[in-house]
């Protein structure tokens, strides 16, 4: 069985592609490589022992999608290419709104050109926007606050609407909470370009002496110590609630949302803690203001993934930054090969 992947060679994609081959699928990517490198499929590809079909196709494009559909007998697609960036899809929200919705409707007409109903959906805990309580459960409102957020919850809207077209269509839409940590291998991880807007990627490299000291975002929030709290899931666990997402929609038609987050929340100032404790190494940090637009606390409430996904995160906040700093350790540059000239 023949799986697209659409931006796998991204973080959470290289992780899904990982966990695809291992159970046994055929897998194809399309990526244009606009925040990732090739080299993530290679490493994929020494992980797994196995192969990639690979296309260097951006999702906007729709003859060379086609292409790929053309070449390839594709069974369903997990859908995982876009923006992301909160903070850059304020600055440019056209092209947020352009590249994540429009490349989703054209992904989703080459698909039913070609028969493919079933799907896999990224989408964000960013949606929920600043929750009435905690934990979260699906069926609270959607209310994002930011473009980048909004691309998220439309595209929701837009897969419902084509399910309540044509009940043919199997549509998985998953809302990831906070996803860090990387391969046990240490093969693969989370690249970031320039200087991260995200906790982890920000505390291993200070940790490793790449950056000065992380700032804490606020220590007058109500929560237990006053820094934020939020669901940091392993990254593999993520990608294993892929395939449980995926058997679901190969057996299933219709149109569900699931949470997959821990259920657990940590603060800031745990997670320095036990970033700290995995790495051995000290994390200096100094406590400014709050991050426009952070809330205090989010976390999910994982029971329908539980119960209809078959699926649970597994590994604990000890495993997360074990395999978080092991990645930053090995690969203190990234994917990215610095040679050295004498
Ligand atoms: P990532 O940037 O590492 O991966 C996204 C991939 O999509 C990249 O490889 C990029 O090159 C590719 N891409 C972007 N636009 C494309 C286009 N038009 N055509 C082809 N490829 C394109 O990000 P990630 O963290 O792996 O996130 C994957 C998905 O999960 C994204 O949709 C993101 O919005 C969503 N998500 C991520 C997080 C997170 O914290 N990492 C949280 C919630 C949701
Ligand atoms: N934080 C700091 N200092 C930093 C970075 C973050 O104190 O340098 C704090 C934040 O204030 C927040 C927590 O660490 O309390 C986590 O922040 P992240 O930026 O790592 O994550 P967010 O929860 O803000 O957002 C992330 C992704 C979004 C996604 C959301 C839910 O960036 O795209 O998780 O999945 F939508």
């Known amino acids: 069985?023949?799986?697209?992947?659409?931006?796998?060679?991204?973080?959470?994609?290289?992780?899904?592609?990982?966990?695809?081959?291992?159970?046994?699928?055929?897998?194809?990517?399309?990526?244009?490589?606009?925040?990732?490198?090739?080299?993530?499929?290679?490493?994929?590809?020494?992980?797994?022992?196995?192969?990639?079909?690979y296309y260097k196709v951006d999702i906007l494009d729709r003859d060379g999608l086609e292409t790929v559909f053309?070449?390839?007998?594709?069974?369903a697609v997990i859908h995982l290419a876009?923006?992301?960036a909160v903070g850059e899809s304020v600055q440019i929200p056209l092209h947020y709104y352009h590249n994540n919705i429009t490349g989703t409707v054209i992904l989703c007409e080459v698909m039913n050109k070609y028969g493919v109903k079933k799907l896999?959906?990224?989408?964000?805990?960013?949606?929920?926007?600043?929750?009435?309580?905690v934990p979260i459960s699906e069926d609270f409102p959607l209310g994002p606050i930011n473009p980048y957020g909004r691309t998220k919850s439309m595209i929701e809207e837009i897969l419902r609407d084509l399910y309540h077209s044509d009940n043919k269509w199997s549509i998985s839409v998953l809302r990831y909470f906070n996803p860090i940590g990387a391969h046990q291998s240490g093969r693969i991880g989370e690249d970031p370009n320039g200087i991260p807007n995200n906790l982890i990627p920000y505390i291993t490299q200070v940790a490793v002496g790449k950056l000065k000291e992380l700032s804490v975002f606020g220590n007058d929030y109500p929560t237990r110590d006053g820094s934020?709290?939020?669901d940091y899931i392993h990254v593999v666990d993520l990608a294993k609630g892929h395939l449980k997402a995926l058997q679901r929609i190969l057996t299933n038609t219709g149109v569900d949302s699931y949470n997959l987050g821990t259920g657990i929340g940590y603060s800031v100032l745990e997670m320095i803690d036990a970033f700290e404790k995995a790495s051995k190494k000290k994390v200096f940090y100094k406590v400014v203001e709050r991050r426009p637009g952070d809330i205090a606390s989010c976390y999910a409430d994982p029971q329908k993934a539980k119960e209809e996904l078959d699926w649970v995160a597994e590994k604990g906040i000890e495993e997360m930054c074990r395999d978080a700093w092991r990645w930053q350790e090995n690969n203190p540059t990234g994917y990215e090969v610095k040679v050295l000239v004498k």
């Not at 659409?6 to 291992?22: P, Q, R």
């Not at 896999?120 to 309580?133: D, E, L, R």
């Open 1 to 53: 069985m023949s799986i697209l992947v659409t931006g796998g060679a991204g973080y959470i994609g290289s992780h899904t592609c990982v966990e695809l081959l291992n159970a046994g699928y055929e897998v194809v990517v399309v990526d244009n490589l606009s925040n990732s490198k090739l080299e993530s499929l290679s490493r994929v590809k020494e992980i797994t022992g196995k192969d990639i079909t």
């Open 228 to 230: 934020g709290i939020r």
């Open 70 to 75: 053309v070449e390839n007998s594709i069974d």
């Open 82 to 84: 876009g923006l992301k």
């Open 120 to 133: 896999v959906f990224s989408s964000s805990a960013t949606v929920y926007g600043i929750p009435k309580s």
